[in-house]
């Protein structure tokens, strides 16, 4: 009977981690290739209002951005504290809009150029003065659907 | 000298130094979703011969420099701009070819005709704060939203929801080709009993 003894202390074999790094590692590469970095530093200070009725924005790629608001911090002793137009990486003016979106819009796939849309990211603080030139601008191109970007919340905490 | 072999290298701090990059890249990562109020500029050209609206089908919002607004030359919380929009819209005041039958209204007949002929012109100050134009262009696509839904399960009955999440499932990318085929008639008819007709005017000058 001596052949079917049982093994001493039954114990159970530990766990083998080997695999514990592969797997980790697949979730890095997934989070790696889902991480999206923010292509624009903020050098505006940008508080969104908040509305309730809002819509999804497009895909990223058909979207085209224009920040505006009082200039950060660091860059007041700069460019002073009146709001300010932000175009990818620059401080510009109303007038350097059109170009923008043009430039923007040819370096866009050809399908995708008739549908582009422009999200306004503008500082709840700003006066409606600047959004309005740049909506002139946006027309002079014809860039005509537009998008108020928002923060979801109640509409009241825009009137304190 | 002996042949030595390498001694092997410890690889068990290999799963440290992954769940490290880990941490790093998840803590970065932004899945950002957008959102905000959707708006249509009017195009350039001028209109050579602008067509005539009656002065009872346009209702008129004036936000001044002090972020006070005006609603038909009345002056109106924006708390109840939206209740006030929705009772223009929905007035159904035509008589005739004109007439709304949908129209739940009071039918005054210094109010609209109908909603398709319905306008809200929405006009702004150099000064205003845009954070109160927002709430403003919030509270009127409210009005159009309020009673857009209300068509919707007027005429969806069993389909158990309102405009609004129908339209958002029809732009969601994840809903399914034939459920967006049959979506996209139900929200154009809706649409076409309230077409959205919100008119941006060029602001005033401060003096």
Do not use: H, W
């Not at chain 1, 224009?66 to 007041?76: F, L, T, V």
């Not at chain 2, 390498?6 to 490290?20: C, Q, R, W």
């Not at chain 2, 001044?64 to 006030?84: F, G």
């Amino acid at each position: 009977m001596s052949k079917f003894k049982k093994k001493k202390g039954g114990e159970l074999p530990a766990i083998s981690t080997a695999s514990l790094p592969d797997i980790v590692f697949m979730l890095l590469f997934f989070f790696m290739v889902a991480t999206v970095m923010r292509d624009s530093t903020l050098m505006v200070a940008n508080t969104l209002p908040a509305a309730d009725q809002v819509q999804k924005l497009d895909k990223k790629d058909r979207v085209m951005y224009i920040y505006a608001g009082k200039p950060s911090d660091r860059y007041q002793d700069k460019f002073g504290t009146q709001p300010k137009i932000q175009l990818n990486d620059k401080f510009a003016t109303v007038a350097d809009v059109g170009a923008f979106i043009l430039a923007e819009r040819a370096s866009k796939r050809q399908e995708l150029q008739n549908v582009l849309t422009t999200a306004l990211k503008v500082d709840g603080e700003t006066n409606m003065g600047l959004i309005t030139d740049i909506k002139q601008e946006l027309r002079k191109v014809n860039a005509l659907k537009i998008n108020y970007t928002t923060r979801n919340g109640d509409y009241m905490q825009n009137l304190k | 000298m002996a042949k030595r072999s390498a001694p092997e290298v410890n690889a068990g701090s290999m799963a440290d130094i992954a769940f490290l990059l880990l941490i790093f890249f998840l803590v970065t990562t932004t899945i950002e979703t957008d959102s905000g109020l959707n708006r249509k500029l009017p195009p350039m050209e001028d209109v050579v011969d602008p067509p005539i609206i009656k002065e009872r089908n346009i209702f008129t919002v004036v936000v001044n420099k002090n972020n006070d607004l005006l609603v038909e030359e009345k002056p109106l919380e924006i708390s109840e701009l939206r209740e006030a929009a929705v009772a223009f819209l929905d007035n159904g005041g035509g008589k005739g070819e004109d007439a709304c039958d949908y129209c739940q209204g009071a039918r005054d007949t210094d109010s609209s005709d109908n909603p398709d002929k319905a306008v809200i012109s929405l006009k702004n100050d150099r000064e205003t704060d845009y954070k109160v134009y927002i709430a403003v262009q919030n509270e009127l696509v409210a009005a159009y939203n309020v009673l857009r839904n209300r068509e919707f399960a007027r005429l969806n009955p069993n389909l158990g929801l309102s405009f609004v999440e129908a339209d958002r499932r029809y732009s969601d990318p994840r809903t399914s080709t034939s459920e967006k085929e049959a979506l996209k008639p139900k929200l154009a008819e809706v649409k076409l009993l309230f077409p959205q007709k919100l008119s941006e005017a060029e602001p005033s000058k401060t003096n």
